[in-house]
């Protein structure tokens, strides 16, 4: 699946980038989160880049920050991701993404004091209605686990922001 989305990318890449720059062709975003609640707090940070490959096709990279804390029990997460955005038709914007996160999480348990770090990779694909910049969206995690994702459902809506 690789080879394919490098292959795709690559021969996509040279009949588009043919009519500019490289870099005229990049677009830069991503997301900002932040959450309160009675012993709760949460921040997230994700930016991102993508090379739109032509009208319909772009490839991305991304970088995430997540940090948590509620009541005695932190986490934090960070990592990158792979970005694919394909708009069959304007409006429409189907998305996979490929992301691997390094986990580190410090919680109480019957008493103890207990940490834990550990890879949690995630598969999304999801769809979203896109006006020129922003897409809102939902997503869903192939990969999800209830025990080691840092998200509370394998469902999540979305918002991207590109410019």
């Known amino acids: 699946m690789l ?3 490098l ?3 690559l021969a996509t890449a040279q009949d588009y980038g043919n009519s500019g720059d490289f870099w005229n062709n990049v677009r830069y975003g991503g997301g900002i989160g932040l959450g309160f609640g009675r012993d ?3 921040a997230a940070l994700s930016p991102s880049a993508i090379y739109q490959a032509n009208e319909q096709i772009a490839f991305g990279l991304g970088l ?3 940090y948590s804390k509620f009541q005695e029990s932190r986490l ?4 990158g991701s792979l970005l694919t955005l394909f708009n069959p ?3 429409i914007q189907l998305s996979a ?3 691997q996160l390094r986990v580190n999480r410090d919680y109480e348990f019957e008493g103890a004091n207990i940490e834990d770090n550990y890879w949690s990779p995630a598969l999304f694909i999801g769809v979203g209605y896109s006006n020129r910049n922003v ?4 997503r869903y995690d192939l990969l999800y686990d209830d025990e080691k994702s840092i998200y509370a459902d394998p469902f999540m809506p979305f918002v991207r922001v590109y410019f």
């Not at 934090?76 to 990592?79: K, R, S, V």
């Open 40 to 42: 709760t707090f949460n």
């Open 64 to 66: 995430n920050f997540n």
């Open 3 to 5: 080879f394919f989305t």
């Open 97 to 99: 993404e490929l992301e």
């Open 89 to 91: 038709i304007r409006p």
């Open 135 to 138: 897409t809102f969206g939902i």
């Open 7 to 9: 292959s795709s990318f």
């Open 76 to 79: 934090m997460a960070y990592g």
